[in-house]
């Protein structure tokens, strides 16, 4: 099967075992149809790439081409949406376990379901947020995931207020009635309007670049007793006396939810109780769908781009120029 690497910093296309579920009752195996480019992510791991293949990719969409023997919710011939690295890559064929794929809902577009890993973590930044009902949230930096979050957020009647200094990505929320803004003054004095000067109830940071001067900036934001919401790849740089005089609340969120990195749910494909653990990450998985089915967000302006999976190395080379402006790019593989 085709398998799209990194190595050396460069994408490579190369051929590779397909996988197998024998002796891997609770797995499927699915024909990757669409995956989805997590751009900073993948990015950031092909900068670190040496001598050693890296795997890219972690959201995924395809066919039930077989499934284990203690299989009971799909079939053979159903579409599902995937998500999680080491199971989920930009490979030609997935072994995934079952805790980390939802069967897609009949009707729902197979390249919006391909973003079901990226809808996930949108989806636990906010839960991890703590918000309730009409309380104020601040996304701040609006690439894939800042909006998927700021479209969610808007979505479950939250207050979100937007801030990213690309115009034409404030410009997309906006399109939708969302307080999004390019200048940080701009936003500074909506926030004090919308808050009555006592800040957000939490301030989401789906930024880049390791360290940022946003990360003191968002405690001047936040209300007293408010949350700080680590999302993006950025050291939690926070002074303590800025966080003491707000008793301020910092959080890190770690991907799509529970079970995230637990081989025993993820590798063993061993649940957790649902009485227990309501939203596990593959609970979140299904709920990206739910909202886009339902129409309670629009991610169609992020499924613009489709390229062949042949192509993957040139457009991996435009997102690290910089030179493609899009948010996302799916990888096609297969058109059924």
Not at 23 to 50: D, N, Q
Request: charge should be negative; hydrophobic fraction near 40%; proline fraction near 4%.
């Amino acid at each position: 099967m085709k398998r799209i690497v990194g190595i050396n910093r460069q994408v490579k296309i190369i051929d590779d075992e397909m996988p197998s579920i024998k002796g891997k009752p609770s797995y499927i195996l699915v024909k990757t149809m669409y995956s989805a480019i997590s751009p900073g992510t993948e990015l950031s791991m092909l900068g670190e790439s040496g001598g050693e293949t890296v795997h890219l990719g972690y959201s995924a969409m395809g066919k039930v081409v077989e499934v284990g023997e203690a299989i009971t919710d799909v079939r053979v011939g159903d579409l599902v949406a995937c998500y999680g690295a080491p199971y989920v890559h930009h490979d030609e064929y997935l072994a995934v376990p079952k805790t980390l794929y939802a069967k897609i809902p009949e009707g729902l577009d197979p390249k919006e379901a391909a973003l079901g890993g990226l809808g996930a973590i949108a989806i636990h930044a906010l839960r991890i947020a703590n918000l309730q009902f009409g309380e104020i949230a601040v996304v701040v930096g609006l690439g894939i995931l800042g909006q998927l979050i700021a479209k969610i957020g808007n979505a479950a009647a939250y207050n979100v207020i937007a801030l990213d200094v690309q115009k034409a990505r404030v410009e997309m929320l906006k399109e939708e009635g969302i307080k999004a803004f390019s200048d940080q003054k701009e936003m500074e004095a909506a926030l004090s309007e919308e808050s009555r000067g006592f800040g957000a109830d939490s301030v989401l940071l789906c930024i880049g670049g390791k360290r940022s001067p946003l990360t003191h900036v968002a405690l001047d934001w936040i209300r007293k007793g408010g949350n700080v919401v680590i999302v993006g790849d950025v050291e939690p740089d926070f002074p303590r006396e800025m966080m003491f005089i707000k008793e301020a609340r910092l959080f890190i969120s770690r991907a799509g939810g529970p079970g995230r990195y637990d081989p025993v749910f993820e590798r063993e494909a061993i649940d957790y109780p649902y009485q227990y653990v309501r939203w596990t990450e593959g609970r979140n998985l299904a709920e990206y769908l739910r909202l886009v089915k339902e129409g309670k967000i629009d991610v169609k302006p992020f499924i613009t781009d489709v390229i062949d999976y042949r192509e993957a190395p040139f457009e991996f080379e435009k997102l690290k120029e910089k030179s493609s402006a899009v948010l996302t790019k799916l990888i096609r593989f297969s058109n059924e």
